[in-house]
């Protein structure tokens, strides 16, 4: 029988998860090997250089470059406050005075008597990285980080925006099909993670924004209400760095897409369980999917018999389509003819024939789906 493997989504109600949690540069570790955590415990912190600002003395003096040292106030590795003077000349026995002031605070780093300028270094930025997950710290990176370790519930999603956030998970929507709008939304709804059903509306996006609602997670949007929501087209960037205040998780595509079943059920199960959330997406190299994980989770039902994933896909394997014409779209594996065959571009290429959830049974380049992983 043939065999193919592809990446594909996990939506799994019991799964080991591994986080690194790592410094941008060197730092120090603050927790040790088999320590508990929570999501807020800080694990790391480091320092980043301030941002350098240069002054022209020379010219503000009226001077030549290699003079301006016998007129500094300041010296290298002095402190000083914005709008401090850093150098200054008397002319006419003193009736006239030249001042070079300092634009920031900070310390003075460099004195250039070839360019006649002074570099100011702003005071350094403190960053801090916290455990994100409640768990336990399996491995410590010197100087670099940690590694937190837990179980549970883990949903990937196939497009977010917005960054790591925690919140207890409730049901906006009663049917996968559902649209998440304004109406949906309350103030009582701070601080959580709603789950809706085929779409979210720009006016909910809007609403959940500006009452600090944690997360939202839904099948579909319509790409032009984000467009509208960020003022800005995302295009193929890293989503995750986005200013706002809810994480936005769509599990499905583009569009008014309902939420596959197996998805809205576990969300219907994690229902006021405390999730950590993360819209963070890479769609090129070095694939990052959107991500809910709710651990420590008690599943309601009997064990769940896992697939074999080294296997990778074989007949009956659960796929989603992940490009034009069927992007979105759910099914599962028919048949894996092993023969190279031509498609529209004229490209060889391996398929694979898929029975859709409306009951179409289609060809598809096996490069064109992933695995929903259970």
């Known amino acids: 029988m043939a065999h193919a493997y592809t990446p594909g989504l996990k939506v799994t109600e019991r799964a080991v998860i591994r986080k690194t949690r790592r410094l941008p540069i060197l730092g120090e570790v603050l927790v040790e090997q088999g320590q508990k955590v929570t999501p807020e415990t800080i694990v790391a912190r480091t320092k980043i250089p301030g941002n350098p600002n240069t002054v022209n003395v020379a010219n503000a003096l009226g001077l030549e470059p290699e003079d301006i040292e016998h007129f500094m106030m300041k010296k290298i590795g002095d402190q000083c406050k914005k709008d401090e003077v850093l150098a200054l000349y008397k002319a006419f026995f003193g009736l006239f005075k030249h001042y070079a002031r300092s634009p920031v605070e900070g310390v003075i780093e460099h004195i250039s ?134 994480t936005v998780i769509i599990t499905e595509g583009f569009g008014q897409m309902r939420m596959a079943d197996k998805t809205f059920s576990l969300l219907k199960d994690l229902s006021g369980w405390t999730a950590s959330i993360n819209g963070s997406t890479q769609i090129r190299a070095g694939v990052m999917r959107p991500e809910i994980i709710v651990p420590e989770f008690q599943p309601k039902h009997a064990a769940v018999a896992q697939g074999s994933l080294a296997e990778g896909m074989i007949p009956g394997t659960p796929i989603r389509v992940i490009r034009e014409p069927y992007f979105g779209l759910l099914g599962e594996v028919v048949d894996l003819p092993p023969e190279l065959q031509i498609i529209e571009t004229e490209a060889h290429v391996r398929i694979l024939r898929a029975k859709l959830a409306d009951g179409r049974v289609v060809t598809i380049p096996r490069a064109n789906v992933e695995i929903i992983e259970g």
Do not use: C
């Not at 410590?140 to 960054?163: C, D, H, K, N, Y």
């Open 113 to 246: 008597p070839v360019t006649g300028q002074v570099t100011l270094r702003e005071p350094p930025i403190p960053v801090q990285v916290n455990a994100y997950l409640t768990g336990t710290v399996s491995e410590v990176l010197p100087r670099e980080g940690v590694v937190v370790q837990t179980s549970g519930a883990f949903i990937q999603g196939i497009f977010g925006i917005g960054g790591e956030t925690q919140g207890q998970v409730k049901m906006a929507s009663t049917k996968a099909d559902d649209i998440l709008d304004a109406d949906s939304i309350t103030s009582a709804d701070k601080g959580k993670i709603l789950v809706g059903g085929s779409l979210i509306t720009a006016a909910a996006l809007r609403k959940a924004n500006d009452l600090g609602v944690a997360g939202l997670v839904a099948g579909g949007i319509i790409d032009k209400d984000l467009v509208e929501f960020l003022g800005y087209d995302i295009g193929v960037a890293i989503t995750g760095h986005e200013d706002i205040n809810s």
